[in-house]
C-alpha cells in the first residue's frame, strides 16, 4: 500500500520515511501550566473521561478536551491552532472536572489554552475574558459588585446592545419576585456606588499582585510586559 509516495503496508523490510515536523514547541505544556488552571496538565493520561462527559462536546463534537491536552503534551502547536476558535467555547460547567480521575482541572485548561492563545496573539480576547477584566475592575475600585454597572461595562467593552431580549425577561422577573426594599437598595447602590469601608490598602495590595502574576505569566511565554516577543 502506497501513501503519498511512501509505502505504509508494514511489510518487512520496507522503510518508512520520517516526517519533519516544524511546528512543534517544545515548552508548549510548560507555557499552559504556568497559567492559571493548566498547572496540572502533566496528569493527564488520556482515559477520554472529561471529554466523554463534556457539555459543549455532546453539541459539537470537534470540541475536544482529551485531544488538546494530548496535542499540547506533545508540544504540537500547529495542530492546535487548527481549534483555535472554538477553545474558548468552554462553558465552564465542571462536569469534566468532576470526571477526570486524575486531578488534571481539564475546565482550568481549557480556560488557561485560551488564555494562552490570546496572550500570543493567535485569538482576539474572548467575551469571558472581558467580563473577567471588567470583574475584577469593579472588585479592584469598590470592593464590591454591582451587576447593573457589571453588565453595562460588559455590553460596552463588547460592543453590544443593553437592550437585550433576555435581559428585559430576567428584570421583570427579578422585579416580581424580589422584595421591594431589596430593589430600592440594589437601585441606590447602581446609583451612587458604595465602597466596602478602608478598601484602599486592600485594594493595592490586591492590583500589585496581579501585577505581579500577569508579568510572570508573559515571562513563561517569552514576552515582554507589552505582549511583545522577548
Ligand atoms: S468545563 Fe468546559 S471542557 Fe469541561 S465539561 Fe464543561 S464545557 Fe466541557
Ligand atoms: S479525564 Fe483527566 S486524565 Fe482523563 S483525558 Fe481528561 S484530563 Fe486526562
Not at 451587576?147 to 421583570?172: H, I, N
Amino acid at each position: 500500500m502506497n501513501l503519498e509516495g511512501v509505502d505504509v503496508s508494514g511489510h518487512w523490510s520496507t522503510f518508512i520515511e520520517s516526517r519533519v515536523i516544524t511546528d512543534y514547541n517544545e515548552r508548549l505544556e510548560e507555557e499552559i501550566a504556568a497559567l492559571a488552571g493548566g498547572e496540572n496538565i502533566h496528569r493527564c493520561w488520556q482515559c477520554g473521561s472529561c471529554t466523554n462527559s463534556c457539555t459543549v462536546n455532546a453539541i459539537n463534537p470537534e470540541f475536544n478536551p482529551r485531544f488538546w491536552i494530548y496535542l499540547i503534551r506533545l508540544g504540537l502547536e500547529g495542530e492546535l491552532l487548527r481549534d483555535k476558535d472554538i477553545v474558548w467555547q468552554c462553558v465552564s460547567c465542571n462536569k469534566c472536572t468532576y470526571a477526570c480521575p486524575r486531578d488534571v482541572n481539564p475546565e482550568g485548561v481549557m480556560k488557561a489554552t485560551a488564555h494562552w492563545l490570546e496572550l500570543k496573539g493567535h485569538t482576539a480576547k474572548t467575551p469571558s475574558m472581558h467580563f473577567d477584566e471588567v470583574f475584577s475592575d469593579q472588585v479592584f475600585s469598590r470592593g464590591k459588585i454591582e451587576e447593573s454597572r457589571l453588565m453595562r461595562g460588559f455590553f460596552a467593552r463588547t460592543k453590544q446592545p443593553l437592550l437585550q431580549d433576555w435581559l428585559v425577561v430576567l428584570v421583570k422577573g427579578l422585579v416580581r419576585r424580589l422584595p421591594l426594599t431589596l430593589l430600592a437598595k440594589l437601585g441606590l447602590a447602581a446609583l451612587f456606588r458604595p465602597r466596602t469601608r478602608g478598601w484602599g490598602r486592600a485594594s493595592a495590595a490586591i492590583a500589585e499582585y496581579v501585577t505581579e502574576r500577569k508579568s510572570e505569566e508573559r515571562a513563561a511565554l517569552g514576552l515582554d510586559d507589552k505582549g511583545a516577543a522577548r
